[in-house]
């Protein structure tokens, strides 16, 4: 059985507790991966764990992190209770050791709201493990894509590769309302990545400063990078399914993407 990778947008922290578009279709999405044979765990790319050097979770019961402020109290409340999975993060640092990458793993670490904010939406059971890959601070475009590469192999050996980030995140223009019409240059940025995700085209992808608005919709890379790392798991002829996620606060795409086929309604359907 090979798996997808999947690219998904986890906006604010409040998404946890409003779903908006984006909600059911994760949901729809984590149903369809639940209904696939062989599922070990689930492994989250997310930019809200930064190192020096490739870091991996390998906690036995990871701890909820909450790791924003400022925000409603009720978000402090949520907790998302999930097994982690150490014997598969060993097997992971060993295969980015065959790929001439070293990876650490960490014994106690818990998942970021990256992790654990949009997994509340596609899987709110919290049945399948779950651990972190860190994204590197000195993580360039090709680099992740190369990453991505290099994870590959897991996609045939039962673990969801997700990369959670945010198709577009420039917070200098953050909206109060959720329900702020999306900027121009955000739509222009949504559909010049959707051309590029859809046709494989990895050059454009990790060129991504030169598309339509790319510096403005990305004024720094973190958020972008998972897109890269999941997109480099997959190869020219996978299919790819776009999760029309719509905007939130004006500025936040959440967009996402299927790499690989999925079988069962399609959620962008």
Do not use: C
Request: proline share 8%; no cysteine.
């Amino acid at each position: 059985m090979k798996f997808p990778a999947l690219f998904v947008s986890h906006g604010a922290p409040t998404f946890a507790v409003e779903p908006g578009q984006a909600g059911p279709l994760l949901n729809a999405i984590g149903e369809r991966v639940l209904a696939l044979p062989g599922l070990r765990a689930v492994l989250v790319i997310s930019p809200h764990w930064r190192t020096r050097g490739l870091r991996i979770g390998a906690s036995a019961r990871p701890q909820t992190i909450h790791d924003f402020g400022g925000f409603p109290a009720s978000l402090y409340a949520l907790h998302y209770p999930v097994e982690g999975a150490p014997d598969v993060a060993r097997e992971v640092a060993e295969l980015l050791t065959q790929s001439g990458l070293s990876a650490q793993l960490v014994d106690e670490q818990g998942l970021d709201h990256g992790a654990w904010v949009p997994l509340m939406h596609m899987l709110p059971g919290a049945s399948v493990p779950v651990f972190q890959l860190s994204l590197p601070i000195e993580l360039r475009p090709a680099d992740a894509l190369a990453l991505g590469s290099a994870l590959a192999p897991l996609r045939e050996q039962g673990v969801l590769v997700v990369g959670s980030g945010s198709l577009t995140h420039n917070l200098y223009e953050f909206r109060q309302s959720e329900t702020e019409a999306p900027e121009d240059y955000v739509r222009e940025f949504v559909q010049w990545a959707r051309r590029a995700a859809i046709e494989h085209d990895v050059s454009a992808l990790v060129d991504f400063r030169g598309a339509p608005h790319g510096r403005r919709a990305h004024p720094s890379d973190e958020h972008y990078l998972p897109l890269l790392v999941a997109a480099g798991t997959s190869s020219a002829g996978e299919p790819v399914e776009v999760i029309e996620g719509g905007v939130t606060y004006g500025v936040l795409s959440m967009e996402g993407y299927v790499f690989g086929e999925l079988p069962g309604v399609s959620a962008a359907a």
